[in-house]
């Protein structure tokens, strides 16, 4: 087994495709991996995808990252759920194998997110949950609650989102939030939308978000 505390790539196999990971080690003590997926219009690579690893890596995560199957084959369009948590499943089983026992954390951005905390709930063997700009609802369809699962979710959660996420209503993650009886931290970024970008006149920088959201996972993480 290589050394645990190298940047390496891995190709996972999906039942008979292929997908590839990203394993960056943590740049502080590791406390346990976090496997991220991305949100449904980015990739393993893309620029939000590689803030979030930096910031977690100095947050005492290992991070893998991975392309779901049709973002590895170049596609747009996102795949129906079964065959995200198929990928994502296999992934983390990948993961294990190479990584040994540990600490093991699921989520990702947006749909990615979502895509672990339906694994969870459904009883996918994980140690906790980060959620980063969780879609609630689609923009300007709050009625379109994306909840029914939350209440079977068992594992501690960390969810993060901004105050101005159109994909998340505040008052209604809180009402959402009533039914959940997992240990649920929900911790909102102030004047961030669902890229986690703020107005110049918020005072604030992208860079204060990504230092918050950092922040905020390490304190969680001592929880787990």
Same mark, same amino acid.
């Not at 050394?3 to 394993?23: C, F, H, K, L």
């Not at 970024?189 to 390490?218: C, M, P």
């Given at each position: 087994? *290589?050394s645990?505390?190298e940047?390496r790539?891995?190709r +996972?196999?999906v039942? =008979?495709?292929?997908?590839?990971?990203?394993?960056?080690p943590?740049t502080? %003590?590791?406390?346990?991996?976090?496997?991220c997926?991305?949100g449904?219009?980015?990739?393993? *690579? %893309?620029?939000?995808?590689e803030r979030?690893?930096?910031?977690l890596? @100095? !947050? @005492?995560?290992? /991070?893998v990252?991975?392309?779901?199957?049709?973002?590895e084959a170049? !596609?747009?369009r996102?795949?129906?759920? &079964?065959?995200l948590?198929?990928?994502?499943?296999? +992934?983390?089983?990948?993961a294990?194998a190479?990584l040994?026992?540990?600490t093991?954390?699921?989520g990702?951005? !947006?749909m990615?997110g979502r *895509?672990a905390?339906?694994?969870?709930?459904e009883?996918?063997?994980?140690? @906790?949950?980060? #959620?980063?700009?969780?879609p609630l609802?689609? &923009?300007g369809?709050? =009625?379109?609650?994306r909840?029914?699962?939350?209440?079977?979710?068992? +594992?501690p959660?960390?969810?993060?989102?901004g105050?101005?996420?159109?994909?998340?209503?505040? =008052?209604?993650?809180?009402?959402a939030?009533e039914? +959940?009886?997992?240990p649920w931290?929900m911790?909102? #970024?102030?004047?961030?939308d669902?890229s986690?970008? /703020?107005l110049? !006149? $918020? @005072?604030?920088?992208d860079?204060?978000v990504y230092? =918050?959201?950092g922040a905020e $996972?390490?304190?969680?993480?001592?929880s787990?």
């Amino acid at each position: 087994m *290589a050394s645990a505390r190298e940047t390496r790539e891995w190709r +996972v196999a999906v039942g =008979e495709e292929q997908t590839s990971a990203i394993y960056q080690p943590a740049t502080t %003590d590791p406390k346990a991996v976090f496997v991220c997926a991305h949100g449904a219009g980015g990739h393993k *690579a %893309d620029r939000g995808m590689e803030r979030l690893a930096t910031v977690l890596c @100095g !947050s @005492g995560f290992d /991070v893998v990252r991975f392309n779901f199957l049709y973002s590895e084959a170049g !596609s747009r369009r996102p795949d129906p759920m &079964p065959r995200l948590t198929r990928c994502f499943e296999a +992934v983390v089983t990948h993961a294990r194998a190479e990584l040994g026992k540990k600490t093991f954390i699921i989520g990702g951005r !947006s749909m990615g997110g979502r *895509a672990a905390s339906m694994m969870a709930a459904e009883g996918f063997g994980c140690d @906790g949950l980060l #959620l980063l700009a969780y879609p609630l609802h689609p &923009p300007g369809k709050p =009625e379109q609650l994306r909840v029914a699962h939350l209440p079977k979710i068992r +594992v501690p959660v960390l969810c993060i989102n901004g105050t101005r996420d159109a994909f998340c209503t505040k =008052e209604l993650m809180d009402r959402a939030l009533e039914s +959940v009886s997992a240990p649920w931290t929900m911790h909102w #970024l102030e004047g961030a939308d669902h890229s986690f970008r /703020v107005l110049k !006149s $918020s @005072g604030r920088t992208d860079a204060d978000v990504y230092a =918050e959201i950092g922040a905020e $996972s390490a304190r969680w993480l001592i929880s787990v």
